[in-house]
């Protein structure tokens, strides 16, 4: 079977399980001829997407075609064949090799495609296969009908003979067969005492070497003995020279260590004054240690009512995070109406400028139509307003009056009521207002002394407020 770097996605699904109408195999020969390359030729059907994974596998086809004779002759009888499929999962293929994926699935060349099998890796007998193409969850998704491989010039043989020949060639074989299962069990028989006698002479040898291992070993101890005795030997002739040694400069070290006594009980009397001394400390230090005892015993009074104040602190945390919460949901609101009033601020600003637009066309035809009636503008009662100064008024300079004036007025909102951002001077609520609402939102404040935590650092403020305690 073929060597690759990686094996194909296979699973356990039955063949039951599997759907075979959706890769179609195209051009398979009844036979190929062994020792050339097989070019397998496929087409995608409409509605099924190769991907990355998928391979096509040749797989043994039939284990066995039973026939029957009839009459004398050799007839194939197709209600009656049986037929067995050589595999059950998609892990029993021969070889195999990958798909190539096609770059456009809607071009209708792209479903024609087709892989090449070297002949290295194809089966040398002449039973039945046939090609599979599985995808990467190692489901069948098409098969191709039954081949062979066997030379161009093989053909089926046929053989004609009789009943009884048929029943003499049975009975014959069955003698055989009996025979042969007589000398199998004369085999097995030989072979058993054979494999007895073996592991009896195995067993004996074992022995032997075993005894020759302890000789061995027994022969080293004794030698290793003798060298151990005359080395200790001359060890203790050595230590009986230096014990002799030793013992005359004892005698010189038990004068020293009687001066050193003398002298040592002379400290030892210092050293029982002294000891008095530290009892007297160890009293004054007892009635220190009670003294913080009872200093201990308040202060876990305080801190279990620290902790109580800390539970509460808890709670009123939990509260405000709701209530950050329900203020964050408002401000959104709040944020997306601002969008929607800046888009329609938008809108009438652009309305307003063509307007101004419309009055500054309308201001020249009406100079032009005055000019044209010798009237000078300059000279007349009253001034016409520029589009500068908002159109806040009709502009006397038309007979009717200005008929976008009352727009202008009410698109143009009053300078004075619009709220402006301290950052980006933007009118009313901007980013940078809702980002330092959102930041106080978030912050700790210590009760304590006023310190500011951000709200990730909840562990660290609650060790804050606890020093504070102590």
């Given at each position: 079977?073929e060597?690759?770097?990686?094996?194909?996605?296979?699973?356990?699904v039955?063949?039951?399980?599997?759907?075979?109408?959706?890769?179609?195999?195209?051009s398979?020969?009844?036979?190929?001829?062994?020792?050339?390359d097989?070019?397998?030729?496929?087409?995608?059907?409409?509605?099924?997407?190769?991907?990355?994974?998928?391979?096509?596998?040749?797989?043994?086809?039939f284990?066995?075609i039973?026939?029957?004779?009839?009459?004398?002759?050799?007839?194939?009888?197709?209600?009656?064949?049986?037929?067995?499929?050589?595999?059950?999962?998609?892990?029993?293929?021969?070889?195999?090799?990958?798909?190539?994926?096609?770059?456009?699935?809607?071009?209708e060349?792209?479903?024609?495609?087709?892989?090449q099998?070297?002949a290295?890796?194809?089966?040398?007998?002449?039973?039945?296969?046939?090609?599979c193409y599985?995808?990467?969850?190692?489901?069948?998704?098409?098969?191709?009908?039954?081949?062979?491989f066997r030379p161009?010039?093989?053909?089926?043989?046929l053989?004609?003979?009789?009943?009884?020949?048929?029943?003499?060639?049975?009975?014959?074989?069955?003698?055989?067969?009996?025979?042969?299962?007589?000398?199998?069990?004369?085999?097995?028989?030989?072979?058993?005492q054979n494999?007895?006698?073996?592991?009896?002479?195995?067993?004996k040898?074992?022995?032997?070497?075993?005894?020759?291992c302890?000789n061995?070993k027994?022969?080293?101890?004794?030698?290793?003995?003798?060298?151990?005795?005359?080395?200790?030997?001359?060890?203790?002739?050595?230590?009986?020279?230096?014990?002799?040694?030793?013992?005359?400069?004892?005698?010189?070290?038990?004068?020293?260590l009687?001066?050193?006594?003398?002298?040592?009980?002379?400290?030892?009397?210092k050293l029982?004054?002294?000891d008095?001394?530290?009892?007297?400390?160890?009293?004054?230090?007892?009635?220190?240690?009670?003294?913080?005892?009872?200093?201990?015993?308040?202060?876990?009074?305080d801190?279990?009512?620290?902790?109580?104040?800390?539970?509460?602190?808890?709670?009123?945390?939990?509260?405000?995070?709701?209530?950050q919460?329900?203020?964050?949901?408002?401000?959104?609101?709040?944020?997306?109406?601002?969008?929607?009033n800046?888009?329609?601020?938008?809108?009438?600003?652009?309305?307003?400028?063509?307007?101004?637009?419309?009055?500054?066309?309308?201001?020249?035809?009406?100079?032009?139509?005055?000019?044209?009636m010798?009237?000078?503008?300059?000279s007349?009662?009253?001034q016409?307003?520029?589009?500068?100064?908002?159109?806040?008024?009709?502009?006397?300079?038309l007979?009717?009056?200005?008929?976008?004036?009352?727009?202008?007025?009410?698109?143009?909102?009053?300078?004075?009521?619009?709220?402006?951002?301290?950052?980006?001077?933007?009118?009313?609520?901007?980013?940078?207002?809702?980002?330092?609402?959102?930041m106080?939102?978030?912050?700790?404040?210590?009760?304590?002394?006023?310190?500011?935590?951000?709200?990730?650092?909840?562990?660290?403020?609650e060790?804050?407020?606890?020093?504070?305690?102590?």
């Amino acid at each position: 079977m073929e060597k690759t770097v990686e094996d194909p996605p296979t699973s356990a699904v039955l063949l039951d399980h599997c759907h075979f109408s959706q890769v179609i195999f195209n051009s398979v020969e009844k036979f190929y001829i062994p020792g050339g390359d097989v070019t397998c030729h496929y087409t995608f059907t409409q509605h099924f997407i190769p991907r990355r994974k998928d391979w096509i596998g040749i797989f043994r086809a039939f284990k066995c075609i039973q026939d029957r004779l009839e009459q004398g002759l050799l007839k194939w009888r197709s209600q009656r064949q049986k037929l067995q499929v050589g595999w059950k999962t998609t892990r029993e293929y021969y070889t195999f090799m990958w798909v190539n994926l096609p770059i456009d699935l809607n071009n209708e060349s792209a479903k024609q495609q087709e892989v090449q099998f070297k002949a290295y890796y194809l089966p040398k007998d002449d039973e039945y296969y046939q090609f599979c193409y599985v995808d990467q969850d190692g489901v069948v998704r098409g098969a191709s009908i039954p081949f062979q491989f066997r030379p161009e010039n093989e053909e089926d043989i046929l053989v004609v003979t009789t009943q009884g020949e048929v029943e003499e060639i049975e009975q014959h074989n069955k003698e055989l067969c009996k025979e042969n299962q007589e000398l199998k069990d004369s085999c097995v028989s030989l072979q058993k005492q054979n494999s007895d006698m073996q592991a009896e002479l195995q067993k004996k040898q074992e022995e032997l070497e075993t005894l020759r291992c302890i000789n061995k070993k027994l022969e080293l101890k004794v030698k290793e003995q003798e060298d151990y005795w005359e080395t200790e030997l001359l060890q203790l002739k050595e230590q009986n020279q230096k014990m002799t040694s030793e013992n005359k400069k004892m005698g010189i070290r038990v004068d020293q260590l009687q001066a050193q006594l003398s002298t040592q009980e002379k400290e030892m009397e210092k050293l029982v004054q002294g000891d008095q001394d530290k009892t007297e400390q160890l009293e004054h230090l007892k009635k220190e240690n009670d003294h913080l005892f009872l200093s201990l015993t308040e202060q876990r009074k305080d801190q279990k009512k620290l902790e109580q104040t800390v539970e509460a602190m808890k709670q009123n945390e939990t509260t405000a995070m709701k209530k950050q919460q329900e203020l964050m949901d408002e401000n959104f609101d709040l944020s997306r109406r601002l969008s929607e009033n800046k888009m329609i601020c938008n809108v009438l600003q652009r309305e307003k400028e063509r307007l101004e637009g419309e009055n500054d066309l309308l201001q020249r035809e009406n100079t032009r139509l005055l000019s044209y009636m010798g009237l000078d503008f300059n000279s007349l009662p009253y001034q016409v307003p520029t589009s500068d100064e908002g159109g806040a008024g009709q502009n006397p300079g038309l007979v009717y009056g200005n008929p976008y004036s009352g727009i202008q007025e009410s698109s143009s909102p009053s300078s004075l009521s619009i709220k402006k951002c301290p950052i980006c001077k933007a009118d009313d609520i901007c980013d940078h207002t809702l980002e330092q609402q959102q930041m106080h939102a978030l912050c700790l404040n210590c009760p304590i002394c006023g310190k500011t935590f951000p709200a990730r650092e909840k562990q660290i403020f609650e060790d804050h407020v606890f020093c504070h305690s102590l």
